[in-house]
């Protein structure tokens, strides 16, 4: 990151699968002016994850009583359990400098740049669908049902992309970090002001996907 630089806001959402979670992770890891805003969730904790690192873990009453004080910069429901991003989360981390990124939905993603048009977008992709059913697999910590809906929603959220600034597809993880950190450093190619020809390539590798 570019010392000095005002901290930013970014939106990363990518269905779920993407390799999203390591990516991020290893961004914020790599660089400690950047920092991962924790979510609020109503789904239960899985086997790795701690309360108030990985999400703030809370029950439908405590989730509604942050909504009913408009505490919520965004929230969503995905895969029937509510998630939300604290304005507090997000304005504490960008009061103390540092560049803050969101890991969240579409849904969540299009109230951001509604509150926040000055947030920068990414959208991350799985190569495939064949691809992401077998990391979801691959990953088994959710049960027959769940994986079923993930991999028929993820269809509906790549159709999304256009929405957003920035389309990287994860092929390989280490040239996707790459292409991510270049993003935050502002040297990144938005597809959107980068001319149609990036905008048909987007559009030929996501049908050569089998989306
Ligand atoms: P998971 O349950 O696998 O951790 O996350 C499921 C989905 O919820 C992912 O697409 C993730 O990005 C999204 N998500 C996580 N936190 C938030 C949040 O605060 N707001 C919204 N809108 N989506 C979130």
């Known amino acids: 990151m570019t010392s000095g630089a005002a901290p930013r806001l970014f939106v990363v959402s990518a269905p779920s699968g993407t390799g999203k979670t390591t990516i991020v992770r290893r961004l914020v890891d790599g660089h400690p002016g950047i920092s991962l805003a924790v979510s609020h969730t109503t789904r239960p904790a899985r086997a790795k994850e701690r309360q108030q690192r990985d999400y703030f873990f809370v029950d439908d009453g ?4 942050i909504r009913r004080g408009d505490g919520f910069l965004e929230h969503a429901e995905v895969f029937g359990n509510r998630y939300g991003t604290s304005r507090r989360e997000v304005e504490g981390k960008l009061a103390s400098g540092r560049t803050v990124i ?10 951001v740049r509604a509150a926040m048009p000055e947030a920068e977008t990414v959208f991350l992709l799985p190569p495939s669908h064949a691809e992401l059913q077998r990391r979801l697999e691959g990953r088994n910590s959710d049960s027959p049902e769940v994986l079923a809906r993930r991999l028929s929603e993820a269809r509906e959220d790549v159709g999304k992309w ?5 389309v990287l597809i994860n092929d390989d993880l280490e040239a996707t970090c ?7 450093d502002g040297r990144g190619d ?11 390539r987007v559009e030929q ?4 996907g089998g989306w």
Do not use: K, N, P
């Open 190 to 200: 938005r597809y959107s002001t980068s001319g149609e020809r990036r905008r048909e």
């Open 162 to 166: 256009r929405d957003f600034h920035y």
């Open 205 to 208: 590798l996501i049908a050569s």
């Open 178 to 184: 790459q292409r991510m950190s270049r993003i935050l």
């Open 62 to 65: 405590e989730f509604d009583a």
């Open 102 to 111: 969101l890991e969240i939905d579409w849904q969540g993603a299009a109230q």
